[in-house]
């Protein structure tokens, strides 16, 4: 059973500051992984897919993936209050039913 | 681009009436389709699985019976939910994974309330 960990917050940073979103997977030869973040009452909206070891960058947003220590996270830098939501990490099931399996989130709230 | 649209967005219905919900993808055909369900505060928990032309695979402890999904194009999906009860009221969420497969895209879901 595959299983993604995340801590479910609240994590509190002030404006402009730079948010640290964590994940770990059970599952050592996942290939993909994936952030969401779903505001309040919405359904979740893709942020990012990493792949391969390293950082991977798309605006304010960073993905770090690292398989050896079956770690991936998500860095958001300049935090904005627009950026207060639950930020879901998910790892890829592969295989034939291209399932994902979601960690339970973590609650980021940004001060203002 | 990866736009999927819901319909309704909200509907209220009485116990023992039939739901359908339909999940589109508009500008990718979407070989597999999925359905969740979230109740406040809560995680997201998968439903089923669906790929175009053949049967939905449901998750444990899931009724199929009860939730009849239908994929029968590469575009739509249905979740018809049947004899609809009070506790059946959700946050019901679709995605659609198409080219690469398991990046999913997220409807913007349909808020059931049965009353």
């Known amino acids: 059973q595959k299983e993604v960990e995340q801590n479910s917050g609240p994590l509190s940073v002030p404006e402009g500051a730079i948010a640290s979103l964590n994940c770990t997977y059970s599952d050592r030869v996942s290939q993909s992984f994936f952030w969401y973040r779903q505001y309040s009452g919405k359904s979740p909206e893709l942020i990012m897919s990493?792949?391969?070891?390293g950082d991977k960058e798309d605006g304010r947003f960073t993905a770090q993936l690292n398989k050896a220590s079956q770690y991936v996270s998500l860095l958001i830098r300049d935090s904005q209050p627009s950026d207060s939501a639950t930020y879901l990490c998910?790892?890829?099931?592969?295989?034939?039913?291209?399932?994902?399996?979601f960690g339970k989130g973590t609650l980021l709230t940004v001060n203002p | 681009g990866a736009v999927v649209s819901q319909h309704p967005s909200r509907v209220i219905c009485k116990s023992g009436t039939s739901v359908k919900i339909e999940c589109r993808s508009l500008?990718?055909?979407?070989?597999?389709m999925f359905w969740y369900r979230q109740f406040p505060k809560q995680s997201l928990m998968l439903m089923a699985t669906?790929?175009?032309?053949?049967?939905?695979?449901?998750e444990q402890g899931v009724e199929k019976d009860k939730f009849l999904i239908n994929h029968a194009s590469l575009t739509l999906s249905t979740l018809t939910v049947t004899s609809a009860h009070p506790e059946d009221s959700s946050f019901y969420i679709c995605?659609?994974?198409?080219?690469?497969?398991?990046?999913?895209?997220f409807g913007p879901g349909t808020r059931l309330l049965v009353l």
């Open positions: 500008d990718f055909q979407a070989t597999t």
């Open positions: 669906s790929n175009e032309g053949s049967k939905a695979t449901y």
């Open positions: 995605s659609a994974s198409g080219g690469d497969q398991e990046t999913q895209y």
């Open positions: 990493i792949y391969s070891n």
């Open positions: 998910a790892e890829g099931g592969g295989g034939s039913n291209y399932k994902l399996t």
